[in-house]
């Protein structure tokens, strides 16, 4: 299985960017896929998550501002950023748990996000 990201760049503060994510391989079902972040020197951390059958969860920092979907036919997962800020500065990563058939955890690559003026 591989998770490729699409979507970082170079966005100005109050800005809005699409993240998107495809699994490919022989998936038999997804349970959950996931957006995490990494600033310079901090710990990875988890921005949006969707569980099959239960309502996104948010960072608290990001709630109202980033809005986490999924295509289960695609196999894929956006994350759609508005009101950028500074802050909002990381490697953010696609991370899903997948069975394929053995349920396991996959990450993705990374994509920058760089917020600045």
């Known amino acids: 299985v591989q998770l490729v990201e699409s979507g970082g760049g170079l966005v100005q503060p109050g800005g809005s960017l699409t993240l998107s994510c495809a699994a490919s391989?022989?998936?038999?079902?997804?349970?959950?896929m996931a957006w995490y972040r990494q600033a310079p020197g901090k710990q990875r951390d988890l921005v949006a998550e969707?569980?099959?059958?239960?309502?996104?969860v948010y960072k608290d920092s990001v709630k109202g501002r980033f809005t986490i979907s999924r295509d289960n036919a695609k196999n894929a997962v956006y994350l759609h950023m508005s009101s950028l800020a500074p802050e909002d500065t990381a490697v953010y990563f696609c991370?899903?748990?997948?069975?394929?058939?053995?349920?396991?955890?996959?990450w993705g690559q990374g994509t920058q996000v760089t917020v600045s003026s």
């Open positions: 969707m569980i099959a059958g239960t309502d996104p």
């Open positions: 991370n899903a748990q997948i069975a394929a058939p053995i349920l396991e955890e996959y």
């Open positions: 391989g022989r998936i038999v079902s997804v349970a959950s």
